[in-house]
């Protein structure tokens, strides 16, 4: 079964030409149920004359491959602005020129958890001017624990997986900083609207009283829940519960 949370996003560089051409074609092959007008070539295949451009404008066309589990499971295209309205294009917008997911991986998620890592990590390399690699290594610390989180899980290690799905669901969160800050949340209609941190934060008073209140309630929180996990930490199961004999009134064996 596929693992919707084993999904990796790979920036395709100048030599992944061949593989993203074959993938195209598959890509093509299907559009082609829709679009009756697209027909192959003489030799035998459709083409993608554009693909040549996402080596030769990298500031204006980004390459991504689509992995589930270490293997290729599609691609995703994406330019700045329309590619085919440049008297009307918009420097600020992206576009999702091309979107590929094979069929073994469709209806699994995995389109779904690319399309979010696209999002994530092209606004923070393209917008946010940031590099690759602060993005991608908490996305992959929380893929990969994520995983390892199933597997413990599976192995009945409990405590380790409950770990590990905690480890994940930071790491998440920390992508998610580290590729869109200073923002904390991105405009849709305009990118220069997006709310940002010193934007989103509270006056001094009011951060003043919720720091206070906080440190007076957090503890009590914090105590209530380990306390919470404490009591419940045993699985609930589905035998049968014995329950004890009650004596009747008059001394004699319960009513049956």
Avoid at 64 to 87: M, N, Q, W, Y
Avoid at 161 to 170: P, Q, R
Wanted: charged content about 20%; proline content about 6%.
């Amino acid at each position: 079964m596929t693992d919707p949370t084993d999904v990796s996003l790979d920036v395709a560089t100048a030599a992944d030409h061949t593989l993203l051409s074959n993938l195209l074609e598959l890509y093509i092959h299907d559009l082609s149920r829709a679009f009756p007008n697209v027909e192959m070539g003489p030799d035998g295949r459709f083409g993608y004359r554009r693909l040549p451009l996402y080596w030769s404008e990298p500031a204006r066309r980004f390459a991504f491959l689509i992995k589930c589990g270490g293997r290729v499971a599609g691609f995703v295209l994406v330019t700045r602005g329309s590619p085919d309205s440049p008297e009307t294009e918009d420097e600020n917008a992206l576009d999702v020129a091309e979107f590929f997911v094979m069929r073994r991986y469709r209806r699994s998620g995995v389109g779904r958890r690319a399309a979010f890592l696209v999002w994530t990590v092209v606004v923070a390399i393209d917008k946010n001017d940031k590099n690759v690699f602060p993005v991608v290594i908490p996305a992959v610390v929380g893929i990969a624990a994520l995983v390892l989180a199933a597997a413990l899980a599976y192995a009945g290690s409990n405590g380790r997986a409950f770990a590990m799905t905690a480890l994940g669901t930071v790491a998440t969160v920390v992508t998610l900083f580290t590729g869109l800050y200073p923002r904390v949340m991105v405009s849709s209609t305009d990118f220069s609207d997006s709310l940002d941190v010193p934007g989103a934060a509270s006056a001094h008073y009011t951060l003043v009283v919720l720091t206070v209140v906080a440190l007076i309630t957090l503890p009590v929180v914090l105590l209530y829940q380990g306390w919470s996990y404490y009591v419940f930490r045993a699985r609930v199961r589905g035998e049968d519960v014995d329950l004890p004999a009650v004596a009747s009134p008059t001394g004699g064996s319960p009513a049956g």
